[in-house]
């Protein structure tokens, strides 16, 4: 998950770069979803591993 959440921010600095607003705002868009989608899953990964000790 955090492979597609880089992947579409290199989109977005690209298409950003080239001048394609509307492409790179929602890729950014996207990456920032998927970026903290990948936290909230990191952090209850951790705190599933301590608990379970």
């Known amino acids: 998950m ?3 959440a880089l992947v ?5 600095l690209i298409a950003g770069v080239l001048g ?3 492409i ?3 890729s950014a868009s ?3 979803v998927l970026f903290f ?6 952090v209850v990964s ?4 301590l ?3």
């Open 2 to 4: 955090l492979y597609y």
């Open 8 to 12: 579409f921010l290199v989109v977005a």
């Open 20 to 22: 394609f607003g509307g």
């Open 24 to 26: 790179a705002g929602a």
């Open 30 to 32: 996207i990456a920032q």
């Open 37 to 42: 989608i990948f936290v909230v899953l990191f």
């Open 46 to 49: 951790l705190a599933m591993r």
């Open 51 to 53: 608990l379970r000790r």
